[in-house]
């Protein structure tokens, strides 16, 4: 019982990262059909800005957190600008090796500047530890900051997208662009909200991801990132919530495989049911049939 609970825990903290880094992939994919693969390396960003306002200007984690993800989402409105928009009427193909390319550039970019050695988080979150109902199972107190801050950003998220005029516009670009241009919504301005508030969420992740692991590096945005992108397919590539279900089921997955001693297989295993989900209902598992006009 005690090993049970405390791999569930494990599971929810890694699960709920990969459920914020997926939502950006899904909102973006939601409304211009484009893959971006750069979001894991803007997560990376912000990884490192967390890590400067913590380490270097000794700022307290909160006000650290909300920079990085007002920097993010300005590198994401920047990034989409500059290299996607050029590109939104052309083919699917040179706007995914656009992604590509970006990503590389941020990667290296990072290197340049920064030197390509780890770097190590300070204990910026207390590192305490709570007893569960006096199972023995232990719950680092960073666990519990990492879930509640991700549990509050999407339910902020549901809320834009549902309550407000922007998340409004969301939707209607995200089920027919032509009519939602048509009823006078701002087709580039949506893009470009819809590319800040994923990015900003990419940081959130980052310094996140930081904090639960303690080192960083250039090359960390890319296996978060694509672990993040599966989780956004099997939940249903484009639906909201189906990344936020992939993203707790892979990483309760991968605690489990984790746990039973075959942690050297758990990226295959996340891939492996990648496939098998595909194989099964393409669409993912909360995914919809989408009809194409021709």
């Not at 639960?212 to 993040?228: C, H, R």
């Not at 989780?231 to 089921?249: E, K, R």
Request: hydrophobic residues 55%; positive net charge.
């Amino acid at each position: 019982m005690e090993q049970l609970i405390q791999q569930l825990v494990n599971g929810i903290s890694l699960g709920s990262i990969y459920a914020l880094i997926a939502l950006g992939y899904t909102m973006v994919y939601g409304i211009i059909n484009l893959i971006n693969f750069a979001h894991g390396e803007v997560l990376m960003v912000g990884a490192y800005i967390g890590f400067a306002l913590t380490g270097i200007f000794s700022l307290p984690f909160l006000p650290a957190l909300l920079i990085s993800m007002l920097v993010c989402g300005t590198l994401g409105v920047l990034i989409e600008r500059v290299a996607y928009k050029p590109l939104r009427g052309g083919s699917r193909i040179s706007a995914l090796i656009t992604a590509i390319a970006v990503s590389l550039f941020l990667q290296y970019g990072m290197m340049y500047f920064v030197g390509p050695e780890s770097r190590t988080y300070q204990d910026v979150l207390p590192a305490a530890q709570l007893n569960v109902l006096g199972s023995g199972a232990v719950i680092d107190i960073k666990s519990l900051y990492i879930i509640g801050i991700t549990l509050l950003l999407m339910l902020l998220l549901t809320y834009i997208t549902n309550r407000t005029r922007v998340g409004k516009s969301m939707r209607a670009l995200a089920q027919d662009k032509d009519a939602a241009e048509l009823m006078g919504i701002n087709v580039s301005q949506t893009i470009s909200i819809t590319f800040f508030i994923g990015s900003a969420l990419a940081g959130a992740a980052g310094v996140l991801i930081g904090v639960y692991y303690s080192t960083l590096n250039p090359l960390m945005g890319a296996t978060p990132g694509l672990k993040a992108f599966v989780s956004a397919v099997i939940g249903g590539i484009g639906v909201i919530p189906g990344a936020v279900f992939g993203g707790f089921f892979l990483g309760l997955v991968e605690t489990t495989v984790s746990a039973s001693g075959f942690s050297l297989f758990k990226d295959a295993v996340a891939f492996l049911i990648l496939i098998l989900v595909l194989l099964i209902k393409p669409n993912g598992l909360l995914g919809f049939q989408h009809s194409e006009k021709v």
